[in-house]
C-alpha cells in the first residue's frame, strides 16, 4: 500500500511540473516573441457577390405553321428583315424532297467550279497551285473549327479536283452535267412549291434557334418594377410546338438578379461593375447598372445592362455569376502587421537593416486577413513592393534595433 501511494504522488509531481512549465513557455513566449516578417507584395482584390439571376433581352418568338420546321440560320445570326430562318414542310416527303434539292443545288455548284476551271486554267500546274490553295484554306478552317467557312471552301475545292481528273475535251461533258442537274433540280422546285414555305422575320435581329418560355415572361420593361418577391417566384411560360426560334431585337441586353442588401449598399445607378458568368460565355465583361432596388427582407434587385456581345449570349438564361462592385489596386500587407501612430495613422515598421522604421500607409480595402494598401511611388520613404514589414514585435519604435 505504501509503495503505490509513493507512484500516485510521483505521477501528480510530474503533472505539476508539466503545468507549470506550459505556463511558464506562454508567459516567455508572449514577452520576448520572435521577430517575424512578411513581405509586401502587388495585390489586386474587389468587392462583390456571387449571385444566380436571370439574362433578359427583347425577344420576339418565331411561329411556323408547318409540322415540320428545319432552322436555316445559325445561332446568334443577325438577319435583316424578310429573310428566311427556318423551311416549313406539310409531310416528310416533303422534307426528304428538300434533302434531294439541296444535293443536287451542291452538285450544280462543284459542276459550275468545274466548268469554270476548264474554262480558264491554261495548264495542270496552275490547276494544282489552286488546288493547293483551297485545300490549305480549308485545312486552316477545319483547325480552327470553323466548320461555317470550311463548307464555304468545300464546293469550289471539289469542283477544282473535278476538273483535274479530267482532261480539256471534258469541258462539254461537264456542260451536259450541268443541264441535266439543272433540269432535275427545277422539276423538285416546282414541285416543292405546294407544300414547302420559308419562314420569313418581319424585322432584324438576332437568331436564336431555342424556345424555352420566358420570352414573355422576362421583359426589358419589367425590370424596372420587378420586386425581389416576383424575381423568386419566377416561373416560364408554356412554349408552343409550332415555333421557328425567336428573334432578339436591338443591342442591348440585361442581367437582374438579387443580392444582399449590404452587399449593394455603396452601388448606384450609373456604376460600371464586372461580370464573369459560370458557363456558357468565359470572359469577364463591364456592365452598368441600371437598378438597385429597395431593400426587401434583406435583399435588392439589382439590374446591369450591356450593349455588347449579343451574338455570344443569345442561349444564355438563367445564369450565376460573380459581380465585382470596386477593385482595388495597391500592395497587400497583413492585418497584424499594421498599427497606428499618436495621431491615429496607420502605418507599418518596415525592417532596414537591423532597425524598424515606420512608413504610413493609406488602407484601400479589407481584404479580410489582409490589406490592400495605396503604392504611392512619388518616394522611397513610402511602403514598396518587397520590403519587409514587421508583423510580431513588443515595444516597436522607430529606429529601434531589432533582429530575426
Not at 416543292?192 to 436564336?208: E, I, L, N, W
Not at 421557328?244 to 452601388?267: C, F, H, M, S
Not at 456581345?309 to 438563367?318: C, G, H, K
Amino acid at each position: 500500500m505504501k509503495q503505490g501511494k509513493h507512484y500516485t504522488n510521483l505521477v501528480l509531481w510530474i503533472l505539476l511540473c508539466a503545468i507549470v512549465g506550459y505556463f511558464a513557455y506562454s508567459i516567455f513566449h508572449s514577452v520576448y516573441e520572435p521577430l517575424s516578417t512578411s513581405t509586401v507584395i502587388e495585390y489586386e482584390s474587389g468587392s462583390g457577390c456571387y449571385t444566380t439571376g436571370y439574362v433578359v433581352r427583347s425577344e420576339t418568338v418565331i411561329r411556323s405553321d408547318y409540322d415540320i420546321t428545319v432552322l436555316t440560320r445559325a445561332e446568334g445570326e443577325h438577319i435583316s428583315a424578310g429573310e428566311s430562318v427556318a423551311t416549313g414542310y406539310l409531310s416528310s416527303d416533303a422534307q426528304t424532297r428538300q434533302s434531294q434539292i439541296t444535293t443536287l443545288q451542291t452538285q450544280l455548284e462543284q459542276l459550275g467550279y468545274a466548268y469554270q476551271s476548264s474554262a480558264n486554267a491554261s495548264d495542270q500546274a496552275a490547276l494544282d497551285d489552286e488546288i493547293v490553295t483551297e485545300l490549305a484554306s480549308f485545312a486552316r478552317y477545319t483547325a480552327l473549327r470553323d466548320m461555317n467557312s470550311a463548307l464555304d471552301v468545300s464546293p469550289e475545292l471539289k469542283g477544282l479536283i473535278l476538273r483535274r481528273t479530267s482532261d480539256s475535251t471534258d469541258a462539254a461533258s461537264i456542260q451536259k452535267q450541268i443541264d441535266t442537274v439543272q433540269t432535275q433540280l427545277s422539276a423538285l422546285e416546282q414541285q416543292a412549291g405546294s407544300d414547302t414555305k420559308a419562314v420569313t422575320v418581319s424585322s432584324s435581329g438576332y437568331f436564336s434557334g431555342t424556345v424555352d418560355g420566358y420570352e414573355t415572361v422576362l421583359t426589358p420593361d419589367m425590370l424596372s418594377t420587378v420586386t425581389v418577391a416576383q424575381l423568386n417566384a419566377l416561373e416560364p411560360a408554356s412554349v408552343s410546338g409550332h415555333t421557328a426560334g425567336k428573334l432578339i431585337q436591338g443591342d442591348t441586353w440585361y442581367y437582374v438578379t438579387t443580392v444582399a442588401a449590404g452587399e449593394a449598399k455603396d452601388v448606384s445607378v450609373g456604376d460600371t461593375v464586372h461580370v464573369s458568368f459560370s458557363r456558357d460565355f468565359y470572359n469577364q465583361i463591364d456592365m452598368r447598372v441600371d437598378r438597385v432596388g429597395d431593400s426587401e427582407a434583406g435583399y435588392r434587385v439589382l439590374v446591369l445592362s450591356c450593349g455588347k456581345y449579343m451574338q455570344d449570349v443569345t442561349l444564355l438564361r438563367e445564369q450565376s455569376a460573380d459581380v465585382v462592385f470596386a477593385s482595388y489596386s495597391g500592395l497587400r500587407v497583413p492585418k497584424d502587421a499594421v498599427r497606428v501612430d499618436e495621431s491615429g495613422q496607420p502605418g507599418v515598421y518596415v525592417l532596414e537593416g537591423a532597425a524598424a522604421k515606420w512608413k504610413t500607409i493609406e488602407i484601400l480595402h479589407d481584404n479580410g486577413e489582409s490589406y490592400v494598401v495605396k503604392l504611392d511611388k512619388s518616394s522611397t520613404d513610402n511602403l514598396w513592393p518587397g520590403d519587409e514589414v514587421i508583423v510580431n514585435a513588443k515595444n516597436l519604435y522607430n529606429g529601434k534595433v531589432v533582429s530575426k
